[in-house]
């Protein structure tokens, strides 16, 4: 699958020449990531949480403890919806209306099952710290029975999607370009500070590789 | 009002010692920034897209064009909940169950009307524009009656609310600190670039201050 088909639920409908529902930029889009936000009903009323999140194809996995109220409204829906967005700047125009942001934001839609085998759960949490930062998982403490056995897992099955990207300057009214106003571009850019060891951390022992390598890509 | 009280809709479940109500808390976390998840029901469906926002005292406005699917539904449903969070760092910890991030994420969940009047309008579209950046509203093109006649402008009063903050170190399980395993915080935070000039501006056209004055605020 190239492209999600368009459907009542996926389809931009303001700014649509901004949309894409290609799966390639989608997945881009979610793995510069690994925050999300995942939407659903509670009492009859929408809300939303941030959630981290790992991808692996078209699946998406998220955990928590086994009484995680969120989690247990996913499964018993059997659907979610999870958007994740990057602000990349503000568009500074020369009239109010046409100010906006850079951005990119993808909107899933999918399926929702509780992972129950032991060994799916934990390639799922590996999945999720692989999001979060590459090559940690087999440089920490084992997972044992009893921590899974307290984590819940669920995949969302992705079944259509769409994104949004803006990434050009400003765009005003003709008859405003001739206007005395500076209007122009700031760029906004999420970064790592240098890495902070924990209290409990001996002096000779060095930051490991992986660690500085998250710095060094995500420093200012 | 300095504690939202608590509800089954607020009450915070999981982790409540990172809990807070307090009104003005939860008001320094909406103005950290101006980009909130509005959640809300389409075709029996939880999602939220994210929207920039305004913020004054217990008042969060919204606007778009008068076809706007979310805004129309929101307005329909006379309620909405909005979630706003600020990622403040990585948390690697000796054990993958422990791996965390720092945080502050606020959500507010309210009543809501369509902002009919002219005046009260453009009071909330310079709330709007202040929130992203300030002092800026009266240096552009003044809002026109067509500008303003094509614009929804939604108010949510905020009933309730809820946040989490967690800005600590490590918190391992107590036989893990023993491990020869590095743990620590990685730093994450939002900057700005310097600003770039629209292509229409004359290279005579200084910056104004206001926008120097958000780069210098917010630069690395």
């Given at each position: 699958m ?9 389809r ?12 390639e ?6 793995d ?8 659903y009903i509670?009492?009859g009323k929408?809300l ?5 999140y ?5 699946k998406?996995?998220?955990?928590g403890?086994n009484?995680?109220?969120m ?9 979610m919806s999870?958007t ?6 503000l568009?500074?125009?020369r ?5 906006s ?9 999918g ?20 999001q979060?930062i ?7 403490r084992?997972?044992?029975?009893k921590e ?6 669920v995949?969302?099955t992705?079944?259509t999607?769409?994104?949004k990207?803006r990434d050009?300057?400003?765009e005003d009214?003709?008859e405003?370009y001739?206007?005395d106003?500076?209007a122009?571009?700031?760029?906004i850019?999420q ?5 902070i060891?924990d209290?409990?951390?001996?002096e000779n022992?060095?930051?490991p590789e992986h660690?500085?390598e ?7």
């Amino acid at each position: 699958m190239k492209e999600y088909s368009k459907s009542k639920l996926n389809r931009v409908k303001r700014g649509n020449k901004r949309a894409t529902y290609d799966v390639e930029k989608i997945n881009t889009i979610l793995d510069a990531g690994f925050l999300g936000y995942v939407s659903y009903i509670y009492d009859g009323k929408a809300l939303c949480l941030p959630m981290g999140y790992g991808r692996k194809d078209n699946k998406i996995y998220l955990h928590g403890s086994n009484a995680n109220r969120m989690l247990l409204t996913l499964i018993e829906a059997k659907e979610m919806s999870m958007t994740v967005t990057h602000l990349d700047g503000l568009v500074l125009a020369r009239s109010g209306l046409h100010h906006s942001v850079n951005y990119r934001s993808a909107t899933l839609f999918g399926t929702v099952r509780k992972v129950e085998n032991d060994t799916d759960k934990e390639a799922a949490l590996v999945c999720f710290m692989e999001q979060m930062i590459e090559n940690r998982w087999d440089e920490i403490r084992p997972i044992n029975q009893k921590e899974l056995d307290r984590t819940l897992v669920v995949e969302m099955t992705i079944e259509t999607a769409s994104a949004k990207i803006r990434d050009v300057g400003v765009e005003d009214e003709p008859e405003d370009y001739d206007l005395d106003i500076w209007a122009g571009i700031v760029p906004i850019r999420q970064i790592a500070d240098y890495p902070i060891s924990d209290k409990g951390i001996s002096e000779n022992m060095k930051i490991p590789e992986h660690v500085l390598e998250y710095y060094v890509i995500n420093k200012s």
